[in-house]
């Protein structure tokens, strides 16, 4: 950065901007910290985040960082690898205000949206033109469009439709002056205009247009010949040798956020193809699967993916696909495409005939979309199966960028292997093998200096070898701070002096992103061995009480690697809280981030007991469970909020409303005893504000109905005598729901497993454990669970099936692992009752043992704790099977959340929460809605809907055993 004299005291400069901007600012410690890091190794705390609402607030936040001395970093999702999101001045973030979708041009097949919006909703709401933007990164549920034309973003299907660049029309930016700019391309009297234009954008244009011409012969030589490069500026795009004509928004698009403020950009869309099909081709070993890249691409597939043995092993032994060859080292996806039904078959036989060598071991076609789902699971297992691998060591971004002349593909994996080998390094490929993109991940520990070695020594020995073969060091991520040290190298001196000239015309003040691709104006450029997350890192985690094996809480939190996506707005449940406010702190990542902070002490003594951090931070997280299966690294953040609310009431003492929600049960128990008694009584106004006053349970919930008799005393009246022992013994698990406030679920539950053929016995069990420890009262939550496994023990040691209605409940007793040494084998044998019904029966004999009425609409709702632990489609599937018209609904939380809904900080968001779901419902317009879950059931309930368990809906529709 351009030299300045020391800042003004920051309370001063941070009001003063507050009052320029529509937007908000944030200068806390725990909200800057949120911004410190993102998918990448290092960590650069910002002073300043600004969320502006306008272009007018971009503007005035880059002339406020501009005549204080401080950067200016544009951010989106926050997903960068390497680092050119994070900043030490002012990070402006795009994702909260700047999101809309300003024109779409069918005719012209165009689209014109901010920086913020997301490329998944972009797509979705180009469907119903039979558009789409085809880019498609990893991360597409979560990515912005700024974000991807500030990297070139790409993606598996780039070897056919290009990448960000190809199809960007133009980019309007705020320039470092604050003067606002669109360029696209122009040619003739348009381009004279623009080189005639005063200030800055005509000073630009004239510097790109005599840069073009002046380096010709540098640019046509020392580019490298790749179909992918996103290292340095596009010279070689922005314009030609002759002068004729000038496209700066090629040279913008990849340029990091160093030249300019994305503001708005104009997109190319591409017709939605109406057929793919797909090819596995296995290969002996990972450098022959590169070697048959190039005679791949004469068949024109839409995508080349590579998978090593490393990925293809996890998938057979963790997903059971014994079709995957033992002897298999390596694979290639191939993916055609076509608008005809006719041609798409003889496109993939094509591909896959090119794709033929002598070290070919199988072939898997793939037609129909369920089949192509099932090998694109394979290759998008590979971040997972890296991620989640157990111990300290992790896969980190740092060669994986590389792209390489698929001419050159195996030489050069075969020499990096080498290196790896050298160093003794595990490591796992897979990527983009049509553009020459592989992403190889050595496993590394940051946290030691001498894998911090490593790290640049594998960097510099890798790099060398990416241009020994003629490659780019970044095919689609960026330079960044891990790469920009290498730009010179790649291009050489020449072009290397012209992208600072580049950068001087832009920003002569060096306010954007400084130090990323070229020198900031003190002649520093990032290094990638400065800055790193886990330097200096000393943190103080509690001693868990839970289990969470040899990483203990700390290494658990750390295992968070920002790849962002927890704020995925799309399908799943994660995170439910950041889809309804946009707001970071509410992401599994927001919450990871801080408790790391937390425990290196940067937030302030005892902070992650403090009252401000579990207010603020852990509380808001409402125990879903979607991180647990979701998040790619496997963080579970309703565990560590269990954990850490036990650390907190082990020094300050348990609530007393916390108490009351653990004792639920109880006192289910107790208003039953009483009812209707009870009914009464908690539906008078003066007792809900009083219960409010004294417990802060929001007076405008309804409470829950006592039932006159409970399930248990339906169950023990009725006697052993109702239906034959014959059958398959099964366990029903009474939750403290079902026995007290629902028992006709329960009825229903029995009724319909006897109807099937199934010896019900529910024994004498008591709370699951969940409410106790969603408040955080784990000492509780093992006495149940102690109490439970004793009970249930027999039962798992002659594998008979635990079998219950509540989602929440089953996965408690699923997760007993966590609380108990030895669970005596009962986590093995809980699951819902859909799920066991639909794995012990077949398809057949299901639809044979129903008669419904098969026009009747069922809106299925299903709860978190069933998709986490993989037991909702079950539901639907049985409906369907049944005879039911089902529509899954296409939401997260409903919102209640168990406790969460009832208190009165939390009543807003909610219902907030649940608004998405009832504007799904009333889309629907279903004859019955079905939920599993008492708390979505009471959600639904306090908006006026009524709802069933889909339990009751199969025990109404089951044929009768005497009937059979």
Same mark, same amino acid.
């Given at each position: 950065?351009?030299?300045?004299?020391?800042?003004?005291?920051?309370?001063?400069?941070?009001?003063?901007?507050?009052?320029?901007?529509?937007?908000?600012?944030?200068?806390?410690?725990?909200?800057?910290?949120?911004?410190?890091?993102?998918?990448?190794?290092?960590?650069?705390?910002?002073?300043?985040?600004?969320?502006?609402?306008?272009?007018?607030?971009?503007?005035?936040?880059?002339?406020?960082?501009?005549?204080?001395?401080?950067?200016?970093?544009?951010?989106?999702?926050?997903?960068?690898?390497?680092?050119?999101?994070?900043?030490?001045?002012?990070?402006?973030?795009?994702?909260?205000?700047?999101?809309?979708?300003?024109?779409?041009?069918?005719?012209?097949?165009?689209?014109?949206?901010?920086?913020?919006?997301?490329?998944?909703?972009?797509?979705?709401?180009?469907?119903?033109?039979?558009?789409?933007? !085809?880019?498609?990164?990893?991360?597409?549920?979560?990515?912005?469009?700024?974000?991807?034309?500030?990297?070139?973003?790409?993606?598996?299907?780039?070897?056919?439709?290009?990448?960000?660049?190809?199809?960007?029309?133009?980019?309007?930016?705020?320039?470092?002056?604050?003067?606002?700019?669109?360029?696209?391309?122009?040619?003739?009297?348009?381009?004279?205009?623009?080189?005639?234009?005063?200030?800055?954008?005509?000073?630009?244009?004239?510097?790109?247009?005599?840069?073009?011409?002046?380096?010709?012969?540098?640019?046509?030589?020392?580019?490298?010949?790749?179909?992918?490069?996103?290292?340095?500026?596009?010279?070689?795009?922005?314009?030609?040798?002759?002068?004729?004509?000038?496209?700066?928004?090629?040279?913008?698009?990849?340029?990091?956020?160093?030249?300019?403020?994305?503001?708005?950009?104009?997109?190319?869309?591409?017709?939605?193809?109406?057929?793919?099909?797909?090819?596995?081709?296995?290969?002996?070993?990972?450098?022959?699967?590169?070697?048959?890249?190039?005679?791949?691409?004469?068949?024109?597939?839409?995508?080349?993916?590579?998978?090593?043995?490393?990925?293809?092993?996890?998938?057979?032994?963790?997903?059971?696909?014994?079709?995957?060859?033992?002897?298999?080292?390596?694979?290639?996806?191939?993916?055609?495409?076509?608008?005809?039904?006719?041609?798409?078959?003889?496109?993939?036989?094509?591909?896959?005939?090119?794709?033929?060598?002598?070290?070919?071991?199988?072939?898997?076609?793939?037609?129909?979309?369920?089949?192509?789902?099932?090998?694109?699971?394979?290759?998008?297992?590979?971040?997972?199966?890296?991620?989640?691998?157990?111990?300290?060591?992790?896969?980190?971004?740092?060669?994986?960028?590389?792209?390489?002349?698929?001419?050159?593909?195996?030489?050069?994996?075969?020499?990096?292997?080498?290196?790896?080998?050298?160093?003794?390094?595990?490591?796992?490929?897979?990527?983009?093998?049509?553009?020459?993109?592989?992403?190889?991940?050595?496993?590394?520990?940051?946290?030691?200096?001498?894998?911090?070695?490593?790290?640049?020594?594998?960097?510099?020995?890798?790099?060398?070898?990416?241009?020994?073969?003629?490659?780019?060091?970044?095919?689609?991520?960026?330079?960044?701070?891990?790469?920009?040290?290498?730009?010179?190298?790649?291009?050489?001196?020449?072009?290397?002096?012209?992208?600072?000239?580049?950068?001087?015309?832009?920003?002569?003040?060096?306010?954007?992103?400084?130090?990323?691709?070229?020198?900031?104006?003190?002649?520093?450029?990032?290094?990638?061995?400065?800055?790193?997350?886990?330097?200096?890192?000393?943190?103080?985690?509690?001693?868990?009480?839970?289990?969470?094996?040899?990483?203990?809480?700390?290494?658990?939190?750390?295992?968070?690697?920002?790849?962002?996506?927890?704020?995925?707005?799309?399908?799943?449940?994660?995170?439910?809280?950041?889809?309804?406010?946009?707001?970071?702190?509410?992401?599994?990542?927001?919450?990871?981030?801080?408790?790391?902070?937390?425990?290196?002490?940067?937030?302030?003594?005892?902070?992650?007991?403090?009252?401000?951090?579990?207010?603020?931070?852990?509380?808001?997280?409402?125990?879903?469970?979607?991180?647990?299966?979701?998040?790619?690294?496997?963080?579970?953040?309703?565990?560590?909020?269990?954990?850490?609310?036990?650390?907190?009431?082990?020094?300050?003492?348990?609530?007393?409303?916390?108490?009351?929600?653990?004792?639920?049960?109880?006192?289910?128990?107790?208003?039953?005893?009483?009812? !209707?008694?009870?009914?009464?009584?908690?539906?008078?106004?003066?007792?809900?504000?009083?219960?409010?006053?004294?417990?802060?349970?929001?007076?405008?919930?309804?409470?829950?109905?006592?039932?006159?008799?409970?399930?248990?005393?339906?169950?023990?009246?009725?006697?052993?005598?109702?239906? !034959?022992?014959?059958?398959?013994?099964?366990?029903?698990?009474?939750?403290?729901?079902?026995?007290?406030?629902?028992?006709?679920?329960?009825?229903?539950?029995?009724?319909?497993?006897?109807?099937?053929?199934?010896?019900?016995?529910?024994?004498?069990?008591?709370?699951?454990?969940?409410?106790?420890?969603?408040?955080?009262?784990?000492?509780?939550?093992?006495?149940?669970?102690?109490?439970?496994?004793?009970?249930?023990?027999?039962?798992?040691?002659?594998?008979?099936?635990?079998?219950?209605?509540?989602?929440?409940?089953?996965?408690?007793?699923?997760?007993?692992?966590?609380?108990?040494?030895?669970?005596?084998?009962?986590?093995?044998?809980?699951?819902?009752?859909?799920?066991?019904?639909?794995?012990?029966?077949?398809?057949?004999?299901?639809?044979?043992?129903?008669?419904?009425?098969?026009?009747?609409?069922?809106?299925?709702?299903?709860?978190?704790?069933?998709?986490?632990?993989?037991?909702?489609?079950?539901?639907?599937?049985?409906?369907?099977?049944?005879?039911?018209?089902?529509?899954?609904?296409?939401?997260?939380?409903?919102?209640?959340?168990?406790?969460?809904?009832?208190?009165?900080?939390?009543?807003?968001?909610?219902?907030?929460?649940?608004?998405?779901?009832?504007?799904?419902?009333?889309?629907?317009?279903?004859?019955?809605?079905?939920?599993?879950?008492?708390?979505?059931?009471?959600?639904?309930?306090?908006?006026?809907?009524?709802?069933?368990?889909?339990?009751?809906?199969?025990?109404?529709?089951?044929?009768?055993?005497?009937?059979?």
């Amino acid at each position: 950065m351009a030299a300045h004299t020391s800042p003004p005291d920051p309370a001063t400069t941070v009001t003063t901007l507050t009052d320029r901007l529509a937007g908000n600012v944030a200068t806390g410690d725990a909200e800057r910290a949120l911004f410190a890091t993102d998918a990448s190794v290092y960590r650069q705390q910002p002073e300043i985040v600004v969320f502006p609402q306008t272009v007018t607030d971009v503007q005035e936040a880059i002339a406020f960082a501009s005549e204080t001395g401080r950067s200016v970093t544009a951010r989106g999702a926050g997903s960068s690898l390497t680092g050119n999101a994070i900043g030490s001045g002012v990070i402006i973030d795009t994702t909260q205000h700047l999101t809309d979708i300003q024109e779409i041009n069918p005719a012209e097949q165009s689209v014109t949206v901010d920086p913020g919006v997301v490329l998944n909703e972009l797509n979705e709401s180009l469907q119903e033109y039979g558009l789409y933007f !085809p880019p498609d990164p990893s991360t597409s549920d979560t990515c912005t469009i700024g974000g991807m034309v500030a990297n070139d973003a790409a993606g598996a299907h780039s070897v056919r439709h290009g990448t960000t660049r190809d199809n960007v029309e133009s980019v309007e930016v705020v320039l470092a002056d604050g003067s606002i700019a669109t360029f696209g391309e122009v040619d003739g009297e348009a381009l004279e205009q623009l080189l005639a234009t005063e200030g800055r954008v005509g000073e630009v244009t004239q510097t790109v247009s005599d840069l073009c011409q002046e380096h010709a012969d540098e640019i046509a030589e020392q580019y490298p010949d790749v179909d992918r490069n996103s290292s340095g500026y596009d010279l070689q795009s922005a314009g030609d040798a002759d002068g004729q004509w000038l496209d700066l928004s090629k040279l913008l698009v990849g340029s990091e956020g160093t030249l300019g403020f994305i503001t708005s950009v104009t997109l190319d869309l591409t017709p939605r193809p109406e057929r793919r099909a797909a090819a596995m081709i296995y290969y002996e070993n990972v450098v022959m699967a590169a070697d048959a890249v190039q005679s791949t691409l004469t068949a024109d597939p839409s995508a080349v993916e590579l998978i090593d043995d490393t990925v293809l092993k996890y998938a057979r032994s963790a997903w059971n696909f014994e079709r995957i060859p033992e002897d298999a080292g390596a694979a290639l996806l191939v993916e055609v495409e076509s608008t005809s039904e006719r041609a798409i078959s003889d496109r993939l036989d094509v591909a896959i005939d090119m794709a033929r060598t002598d070290s070919t071991v199988a072939v898997e076609r793939a037609v129909e979309s369920d089949e192509q789902e099932t090998l694109w699971k394979i290759r998008k297992a590979s971040n997972p199966l890296l991620n989640r691998r157990p111990g300290p060591e992790e896969a980190p971004s740092f060669i994986e960028d590389a792209a390489i002349p698929t001419s050159e593909l195996a030489g050069y994996l075969s020499e990096v292997l080498e290196v790896l080998d050298k160093y003794a390094l595990e490591t796992s490929g897979f990527g983009h093998a049509g553009q020459g993109v592989l992403h190889i991940k050595p496993f590394l520990d940051l946290r030691t200096v001498e894998d911090r070695e490593i790290f640049e020594a594998v960097s510099e020995e890798v790099h060398t070898i990416v241009l020994k073969h003629g490659g780019s060091v970044s095919g689609e991520h960026g330079d960044g701070r891990l790469r920009s040290r290498y730009v010179k190298q790649q291009y050489g001196k020449e072009l290397y002096a012209a992208f600072r000239r580049v950068k001087q015309a832009f920003d002569p003040e060096g306010v954007f992103n400084p130090g990323i691709i070229v020198p900031d104006s003190g002649g520093t450029v990032a290094e990638l061995d400065e800055g790193f997350r886990y330097e200096d890192y000393e943190p103080s985690a509690p001693e868990p009480s839970l289990d969470f094996g040899e990483e203990k809480v700390g290494g658990h939190i750390e295992r968070c690697n920002g790849c962002s996506k927890c704020r995925s707005t799309g399908d799943g449940v994660m995170c439910p809280t950041y889809r309804a406010t946009r707001d970071e702190v509410m992401s599994t990542r927001g919450r990871a981030n801080l408790l790391r902070e937390a425990m290196d002490g940067t937030l302030g003594q005892d902070a992650i007991e403090s009252d401000w951090f579990h207010e603020e931070v852990l509380d808001l997280c409402i125990s879903c469970k979607g991180c647990e299966t979701e998040c790619p690294t496997g963080v579970d953040m309703a565990k560590l909020k269990t954990e850490l609310k036990h650390q907190k009431h082990q020094s300050d003492g348990i609530p007393l409303r916390s108490r009351l929600f653990a004792n639920i049960r109880f006192v289910n128990r107790l208003g039953t005893a009483l009812a !209707p008694m009870t009914n009464w009584i908690k539906d008078r106004s003066f007792v809900k504000r009083g219960i409010e006053a004294t417990m802060g349970i929001d007076s405008r919930r309804s409470l829950p109905d006592f039932a006159a008799e409970s399930f248990l005393s339906w169950y023990s009246d009725r006697g052993d005598s109702s239906t !034959p022992k014959s059958g398959r013994k099964v366990v029903f698990f009474p939750d403290s729901y079902t026995s007290y406030n629902h028992p006709d679920v329960g009825k229903a539950a029995v009724l319909l497993l006897e109807n099937l053929g199934y010896d019900v016995v529910v024994p004498p069990v008591t709370d699951s454990g969940r409410a106790s420890l969603s408040q955080g009262m784990i000492d509780r939550a093992r006495a149940f669970a102690e109490t439970n496994v004793d009970v249930l023990a027999p039962y798992a040691d002659e594998n008979t099936p635990v079998v219950g209605v509540e989602p929440s409940s089953v996965s408690a007793l699923v997760e007993y692992d966590d609380l108990l040494d030895d669970a005596k084998g009962v986590p093995e044998i809980a699951t819902t009752v859909s799920q066991f019904i639909l794995d012990d029966l077949t398809p057949q004999q299901i639809s044979d043992a129903f008669s419904v009425r098969r026009n009747q609409r069922i809106a299925y709702h299903g709860h978190c704790h069933a998709k986490a632990k993989g037991w909702s489609s079950a539901v639907r599937t049985l409906l369907s099977l049944a005879g039911y018209d089902v529509v899954e609904t296409d939401t997260t939380c409903c919102g209640m959340a168990g406790s969460f809904g009832y208190e009165s900080e939390h009543y807003d968001l909610s219902v907030q929460m649940g608004a998405k779901l009832e504007n799904q419902l009333d889309a629907v317009d279903p004859d019955v809605i079905a939920v599993t879950g008492a708390s979505c059931s009471q959600q639904l309930a306090d908006s006026g809907r009524n709802s069933r368990h889909p339990i009751q809906l199969l025990s109404e529709g089951v044929i009768t055993n005497s009937s059979r």
